[in-house]
């Protein structure tokens, strides 16, 4: 099953157009790694992926849902409901930003979750 698919993702930052037509499909219990020099558009990606960035044009789907649809060139967003809804679900952790210090990795990533109430130490 594809846990996260993204289809020809645009993104620009003024007349600067930093992805162009990127593809990609995750499936469920697949490792993907993002690798490329500084300045390539990796993180520009995941937060376009994450929705923490709105895309300009292309198509997101997590698990078979629409989170962002190309219509006509341009990304039109699921309804807030929606989207909230898939947020519950997926995330990113950054590699070494707002970290609590003194804690595991893995203490890193339940407590956010939570204190959201969007997950219980057991289904964590």
């Known amino acids: 099953m ?3 698919k993204i289809n020809h993702l645009r993104k620009s930052f003024g007349s600067l157009e930093v ?3 990127i593809s990609l499909t995750v499936k469920e219990s697949e490792v993907l790694s993002i690798i490329g020099p500084s300045g390539s558009g990796k993180s520009t990606a995941l937060r376009c992926a994450t929705m923490l960035e709105k895309m300009d044009g292309g198509d997101l789907i997590y698990s078979g849902e629409y989170a962002a649809k190309d ?3 341009v990304s039109v967003y699921a ?3 929606k989207l909230q809804q898939i947020k ?3 995330s990113l ?3 070494s930003f707002n970290l609590i210090p003194r804690t595991t990795a893995i203490k890193n990533v339940e407590l956010p979750m939570i204190y959201a109430k969007v997950g219980s130490k057991e289904r964590i």
């Open 79 to 81: 309804d807030k409901t």
């Open 19 to 21: 992805l162009k037509d």
């Open 88 to 90: 519950r679900d997926f």
């Open 71 to 73: 219509v006509d060139g």
């Open 93 to 95: 952790v950054f590699q």
């Open 2 to 4: 594809d846990i996260l």
